[in-house]
């Protein structure tokens, strides 16, 4: 079964409000967990390093202030996006690292946000 | 800084044939591990294979095998007997401490 929870799986939202997307992790503590975002037929590109109790590490070009990400329990990151606009829609994936065994990273099965 | 080459954004192969994707990495780390990932239309992210760096042998999962060429940074995917259901994005992905994708090879297995 699922390991990493995404939630919610699609969202529809107006122009200039705020989406909040949660990534738990279901059955390990996850210390650390990475956004994606996937534009159509590309590939994925990190956004950012969730780290549990610390502020997240951004990729170049990413705005921190326009995704927040917020990393405040061992189970359980969210990504905000802020003041959303259309060009912020995508399809954004979460995962969480897993130092336990052979599988290093577990994937949530991504939230598809549109904004009109 | 860590990159991952896909240098084919689309294959096709006939059902029941043998087809190999390729993927060249760079990176200065000694301990990683690489991956092959399958995307369907469902977006969902599906392990397909997995290679540990320190591991000589090549990994192999039912039809699928990988080409693991440490010194060459080479890490190619061999699905033999293609299905129909094979049809899907491929991505080759390394990973030390975060993980990183590479471009994708759309593959599309033809009855």
């Known amino acids: 079964g699922a390991v990493v929870s995404q939630h919610p799986s699609w969202v529809i939202c107006k122009s200039g409000t705020s989406v909040k997307i949660e990534c738990r992790s279901l059955d390990f503590q996850a210390t650390t967990m990475f956004w994606y975002r996937q534009f159509p037929k590309q590939s994925l590109m990190l956004m950012a390093t969730?780290?549990?109790?610390?502020?997240?590490?951004?990729e170049q070009g990413v705005e921190k202030d326009k995704f927040l990400i917020n990393h405040a329990s061992l189970t359980l990151s969210t990504l905000t996006v802020t003041s959303a606009h259309p060009e912020d829609s995508s399809f954004y994936i979460c995962?969480?690292?897993?130092?336990?065994?052979?599988?290093?990273?577990?994937f949530g099965d991504g939230t598809r946000l549109s904004i009109l | 800084a860590q990159t991952v080459t896909q240098s084919q954004p689309e294959m096709s192969v006939q059902e029941a044939e043998t087809v190999t994707l390729s993927c060249t990495y760079d990176t200065s780390e000694n301990n990683y591990y690489l991956f092959w990932y399958k995307q369907p239309p469902s977006r969902q992210m599906i392990l397909v294979i997995r290679q540990e760096a320190y591991k000589q042998q090549n990994a192999t999962e039912n039809r699928f095998s990988v080409n693991f060429q440490k010194a060459a940074k080479s890490f190619s995917l061999k699905i033999s007997d293609s299905q129909l259901g094979d049809t899907a994005m491929y991505f080759c992905a390394f990973i030390s401490y975060d993980m990183r994708f590479g471009a994708g090879t759309r593959l599309t297995v033809k009855p």
């Open positions: 969730s780290n549990e109790g610390s502020k997240a590490t951004y």
């Open positions: 995962s969480a690292r897993d130092y336990r065994g052979d599988q290093p990273q577990h």
